[in-house]
Each structure stands twice: as C-alpha cells, then as structure tokens.
C-alpha cells in the first residue's frame, strides 16, 4: 500500500512536510548502509536469474496498481509486494533495500508521480525491506538459496520479516493519513493497519514460495507467479466493486451513498479539528419537462454536462455527487465560513449560465437552470442528516423564490426559538384566518371565499403569510399540521356560513410541500368528512413551484383531489415559471391570473393579455379568477376581458369570520336577485350547483 493522490491541493501541511522529510533522510541513511555492507559483500545476487526477472516484474507491477478509495484518501495496491519480499531472498547482504528503491523509483517516474510522493515511496520500501533483511539476517535465514532451512525457527524467522516489512510499510503511511485527517496517529492505526491485510498480507508470503519455486524448478517459476496474479486480479475486482458501488454509472460522479458517507467522514473530522464544512444540495428546474419533451437522451446529456461544470466549478478538494434523478450535492470538507461558502455557491450556480448543447436534440440550445440550498456546519447542524434536512429545505426554498441559491438558516431549525414560537402559534390563537371574496363576474354573486392566513405575534405584532410561510416551509415538520389547521378553521367557518344560509365555496392555499406528502388527500377528505362538507365546497389554490420538484407525484395528487369533487385552482398563474404546455397535462379546474396582469390592464398590451390568459383558462376548460381587482373600474374591465370571477381590495378586503358573515348578511337581497341565473351561467362543473 502507499500514498497516491495528493488528498488536498496546495501545500501539504507543516507537520507533513516535515514528517516526509524525516523520512526521506531516513531513507537515504538506510540506502547508505545497505549500499556499504554490498560493497563489502558484493552484489552478484545468488540467482542471476531471479533477481533479473523479479525486478522487472517489480517495476511492471508497480506500473499496474489497483486503486482504492480509502476514506477521501486514494490508496493503491500492487503486487510487487511478494517481488521486494522475494528479493531480500536473492540478493545478498542489503542489495534488495537498494533494488526496491530503484524499482519503486523507476515506477513512479514512469507514472509521472509527483518527486516528493516519488522520494517518499521509495524511502518507505528502504526502511522496511530494510528492516525485513534485518529480521532475516538476525535469524540466519537470508541464505534461503545456499543452505535450505528446515525447522520452526525458519519458519518463524521468515514470518517475522514478512510481518515486519508490513508494520513498517504501513505505519510509515498511516503517520501521512492521520496528520492529513487531523487524527490521532494511535487511533488512525488502530482503525486502519488491517486494512490493507487481505492484499498486501497476502503477497509477502509469497516471496519465498517464488524463490524456492523459481531457483529450484526455474521452469515452473510461472505457476507461482500466477499466485501473484491472482492476488491483483482479485484486489482488481475488489476495486471495480468498490468503484461500481460508489459511483452513479452515467456522471461518473459519486453516488448518494459514497456521498454520504464521506460526508459522515469529513463532519467526523471537523468536529475533531474544529474545521467546518459546507454541503450544497442542488436540483434542476423543469429536469422532467426536458426528459419527457425531448426525450432520455437529452435528458442524460444535461445531467452529464450540468457534472461536468460542476466539477470544473467546484474546488479541487471538493466532494461532487450525483444524488440521483437530477439532483446534485457538494461537500466542501473545510471551509472557514458562510461568506466562503457563499462565494463557493456563486461559482456553482454559474454552471447554468451557459445553455446546454445536446447532440441528440437537434433544437437549440436549452437553457437549464436549478437551485442550490446550502448549510453550513455549526453548532445549529451536528449530523450529517441535519445538515442534509437544512440544505434541502433551503433548496426547496429557492426554487420557491426563483434564486439560483439560498442559505439555510439555522435560526429556522427545530428548537430554534423560531421554530418553537410557530410551533406554538399553528397551535394556539395567535393564528387565525381571514376571508376574501370571490365574486361571479356576470351575476355579482359572492361564489366563494378565499381564506388567508394571519399571525399576530405577541411580540412583533402582525406577521405577513408570505414571511412565516416560507419560514414555516424551510423548516421540518411544520406546515403540514399548519395547513391542517387552515383546512380545519377553514371548513368550521364553512359550514357558520353555510348555517347562515350562504352557500359559497371555500379556498384554501395549499403548499407545494403539501403536495409532496403522501397523505395530504387523506387529512382532506377527513378534514371534509368531520365538518359534513361535500368537496365540491372547497378548492385548494397550488402554485406552478408544486409541480416543479416531483410533477408526476404533485398530478397524482392533484388527480384524486378532483376525484372527491375537490377543485383545484393554479394560483399566481403567470408569476412563476409556467410554462403554457404544463397546463394540459395538470388535472386543474380553475386558474388565477397573478395580479400583476390585472394591475397592467389599462394598456391596449396589458388588455390583450388578459384576454390572451382567459381564452388559455377557457381552451382548458378551467375558470379564470382576475387578482389585485382593486376598485369597479378593474372589476368591469375584467368582467368586460371574459373572466368568470373577480377577487380584490375593490370587492372586498380580507376579513374576519364575523365581519364575513355580516357582509354576506348585507349582500343577502342582492344574492336572492342572483340565485336563479347562476345555474343558467353556464360556470365550470366544479362549481356546485344551487
Ligand atoms: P395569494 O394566495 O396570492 O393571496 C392573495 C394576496 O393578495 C393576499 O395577501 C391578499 O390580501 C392580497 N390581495 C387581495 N386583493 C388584493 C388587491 O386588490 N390588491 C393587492 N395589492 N393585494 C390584494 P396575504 O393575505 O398577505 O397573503 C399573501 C400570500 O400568503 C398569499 O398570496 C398566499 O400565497 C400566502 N398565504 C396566505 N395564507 C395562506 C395559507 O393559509 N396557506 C398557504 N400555504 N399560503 C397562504
Ligand atoms: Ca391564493
Ligand atoms: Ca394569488
């Protein structure tokens, strides 16, 4: 075994430094003594033969390794172990200490292997062949040729160079492991010394098997070879294992486990050393519209391209992963904090600056994008799943606001105060909600409510929905009791309305998380079941982010929602990233125009807009809702644009429960006047019949 990669860029460490260079001069005090005890004893070996063919086969071996990974360290493994070992055997006196260098040497110059590294290999095999010639020499039994050894001493004397030749070898190097992981040499040694026992263990003994073999009965030298070959065609499939087991075959990337556990690794580490690390979750935008419009091909041309730019982007010492579908992660083993980290996640969302070029699709250039949630360790993260639950959450929170990336904040994790004092008020009565109306554009007719969330902090006093509920989505385990608690006050003030007589429908803004959850559709339909309500009463309001994380899941939702006779309303529509074709393949029933639009209608442009976005809702068999209708002037012009329902600060502002039911107890004669048209009005089917 010995070093391969450098494990960091740039300078090695101080006390590395002067560790390699301590060895080194070891190495060359030992290749010193060997050289003089051969001068005074010759060097002619023993067998001639032998000793020709053991060092070139030493020298080819060591051309041929088999690559490890061991922790984030390359290690490599070559059979020209059992060769150093059978060398001591043939030449006489410490020639083999100065053959091995030579071939060790020889080796790595061959493989472009960095002078130090070089330097330092074959300084390791001075020292412990050294020290294996000494064992033999102490025990009488270098002469393995001229005096054939019988007896236990022998045997044990051969064992112990075997073993010793091994120690020294692998304690040299695990003293470079530990400084460069920040461990403790004792229990770097402990964790690793077998490590390399079923490879290298197995190949010093069989030096000298291919000595006696190879001096006595030349001709079957290559039977006992094999034996080598054996070993490396083994450690080789052990390696392509390893290899197969780690890494995602179409990136080339790790796979979500080798990620993880260098993460366990690398987190081990810095909570030894104090350093911290930054773990970058990444998820493509519309990965699946690409995929399903212009196929696998292109699709896998993206994922490959987006790794190749992410590894360029990425600092060498970086650890880049394929997670699986079209997510990515990073792991930057040190860091010295959020600014660094930052910076780091500029350059990783520049690898959507460019488009994509795919051979396979013959269109243009696709412009992928995606988002990047990244947590830093630290005192609010300890494990590697909470640091992966942070940076997640904060990507999902990007690509809810369209950044390129997001950090996670600590202050939203669970037994933050934050987290507690939502916790509290999803609970309690800080949280309450208002109601918006909806009118029929054609008979005024109040069709439905939409209830919006409040939060009257104690402290803070009022809270917008559009904060606590992005905070409430970047944190674990939150907006799904949230929303169960919207529904539920919801459908209680459905029904106190439905008492009074008003037969309206409710809506209700549902999270894009929510729809992730499997069982969303059940907490619905019992929510529904426990107030006595029929779902044609309630829609729920989604926006276009819900179907960009797991579209075939958030449809699948979305589908048996409609199926219990629930509506289900495109919220914003317009705002986001929608994209036309999305909406024919989305089980929808209404679609609210952002208000963006109703805000730019006064232009000839904004108008033609408008009634561009209602004949889309309408093709779709969908109702269309105009938002932000602020005053009657916008409220005709809608009516007058096509859309069916009206909703804004110029019908009615968001109110509470007891000022809605007196403001429908106001319009109650004009309702009355409406009532019997509304069936003529020809509204989508969702809408219920009165
Ligand atoms: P939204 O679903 O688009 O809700 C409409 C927002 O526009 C509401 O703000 C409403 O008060 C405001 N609005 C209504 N008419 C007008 C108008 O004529 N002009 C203007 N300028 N604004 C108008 P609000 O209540 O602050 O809610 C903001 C957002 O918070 C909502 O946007 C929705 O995305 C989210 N939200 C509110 N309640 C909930 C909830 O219970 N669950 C979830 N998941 N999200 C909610
Ligand atoms: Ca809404
Ligand atoms: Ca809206």
């Known amino acids: 075994m010995r070093q391969e990669e450098p494990p960091t860029s740039g300078g090695l460490p101080g006390a590395l430094r002067v560790y390699v260079a301590g060895v080194i001069a070891s190495g060359l005090v030992v290749g010193a003594l060997a050289f003089r005890v051969g001068v005074e004893e010759g060097f002619a070996p023993h067998a001639p033969f032998l000793a020709v063919v053991f060092a070139i086969t030493m020298v080819v071996a060591e051309v041929l390794p088999v690559q490890f990974l061991r922790k984030e360290d390359q290690v490599v493994t070559t059979v020209s172990l059992a060769y150093f070992c059978g060398m001591i055997f043939v030449l006489p006196g410490y020639g083999a200490v100065l053959a091995a260098a030579a071939a060790s040497a020889s080796a790595d110059a061959l493989r472009r292997i960095s ?7 074959a300084a390791m095999f001075m020292l412990s062949i050294f020290a294996g010639t000494l064992v033999l020499r102490m025990g009488g039994a270098q002469d393995l040729l001229t005096m054939p050894q019988t007896g236990v001493g022998f045997l044990i004397t051969t064992f112990a160079a075997c073993a010793v030749i091994y120690l020294v070898n692998n304690l040299l190097l695990l003293r470079v ?6 461990d403790r040499y004792l229990a770097t040694v402990r964790r690793d010394l077998l490590a390399s026992l079923p490879t290298d263990g197995m190949l010093l003994p069989l030096g000298p098997i291919l000595v006696v073999v190879g001096s006595s009965h030349p001709v079957l030298l290559p039977f006992a070879m094999l034996l080598t070959a054996v070993v490396y065609v083994s450690a080789k499939v052990a390696a392509e294992c390893q290899h197969d087991a780690t890494r ?3 990136s080339g990337l790790l796979n979500r486990r080798a990620f993880d556990a260098s993460a366990e690794a690398a987190l081990e580490k810095g909570q030894r050393t104090g350093t911290r690390l930054a773990m970058y979750l990444m998820d493509l935008n519309g990965f699946k519209a690409i995929n399903d419009s212009l196929g696998h091909h292109v699709g896998d041309e993206v994922i490959t391209g987006i790794a190749e730019r992410l590894v360029a982007a990425a600092p060498p010492d ?5 997670m699986g579908g079209d997510e990515f992660a990073v792991l930057l083993p040190e860091i010295s904090g959020t600014e660094a980290a930052v910076e780091i996640a500029e350059r990783l969302s520049a690898v959507f600056d460019a488009p994509i070029s795919p051979d396979h699709a013959r269109e243009a250039d696709l412009a992928v994008t995606g988002s990047i949630g990244l947590a830093v360790s630290g005192p609010g993260w300890s494990t590697v799943t909470e640091l992966a639950r942070a940076a997640d959450a904060a990507m999902y929170a990007c690509k809810r606001r369209s950044n390129r990336y997001l950090v996670a904040n600590p202050d939203l994790q669970p037994g933050s105060e934050h987290h507690r004092s939502l916790q509290e008020a999803i609970a309690g009565d800080q949280m309450y909600l208002v109601y918006q109306p909806l009118l029929d554009t054609r008979t005024e ?4 409510f939409e209830a919006l969330a409040r939060w009257e902090h104690p402290e803070h006093g009022m809270i917008s929905p559009v904060e606590f509920i992005q905070d409430m989505e970047a944190m674990s385990g939150l907006i799904g009791p949230f929303t169960e608690r919207v529904l539920d006050d919801a ?11 008003h037969m309206v429908q409710v809506q209700v803004n549902i999270s894009p998380l929510n729809l992730a959850d499997p069982s969303f559709v059940s907490t619905v339909v019992e929510a529904l079941d426990r107030h006595d309500i029929d779902g044609r009463w309630l829609v729920l309001e989604i926006t276009e982010t819900a179907l960009m994380a797991d ?4 449809r699948r939702t979305l589908a048996e929602l409609l199926s219990f006779g629930i509506g289900v309303a495109m919220d914003d529509f317009g705002s986001g990233h929608s994209s036309l074709s999305m909406l024919k393949d989305i089980p929808l029933t209404g679609l609210k125009i952002d208000r963006s639009f109703t805000a730019d209608s006064h232009s000839e442009r904004g108008e033609a807009m408008l009634r561009m976005l209602v004949q889309l809702a309408h093709i779709h068999g969908l109702q269309s809702t105009a938002e932000g209708v602020e005053d009657k002037v916008l409220q005709r012009r ?9 909703q804004g600060y110029g019908i009615g502002r968001p109110m509470s429960l007891d000022q809605t039911l007196a403001w429908l107890a106001g319009r109650a004669s004009l309702d009355l006047a409406v009532e019997l048209n509304v069936a003529e009005a020809g509204l989508p089917q969702h809408v219920p019949n009165r």
């Not at 492991?177 to 920040?182: K, Y």
């Not at 007719?445 to 439905?448: C, G, P, Q, R, T």
């Not at 809608?638 to 009206?646: E, T």
């Open 115 to 121: 002078p130090v590294k070089l330097a330092f290999n």
């Open 177 to 182: 492991v530990s400084i460069l992981e920040g």
């Open 248 to 250: 995602d075959p179409l």
């Open 318 to 322: 970086a650890i880049v992963a394929r």
């Open 445 to 448: 007719a109040v069709l439905a």
């Open 491 to 501: 459908l209680l003030a459905l029904a106190s309305m439905h008492a009074a007589g």
């Open 551 to 554: 579209a075939d899941a958030a």
């Open 638 to 646: 809608m009516a007058a644009v096509g859309f069916d329902v009206v």
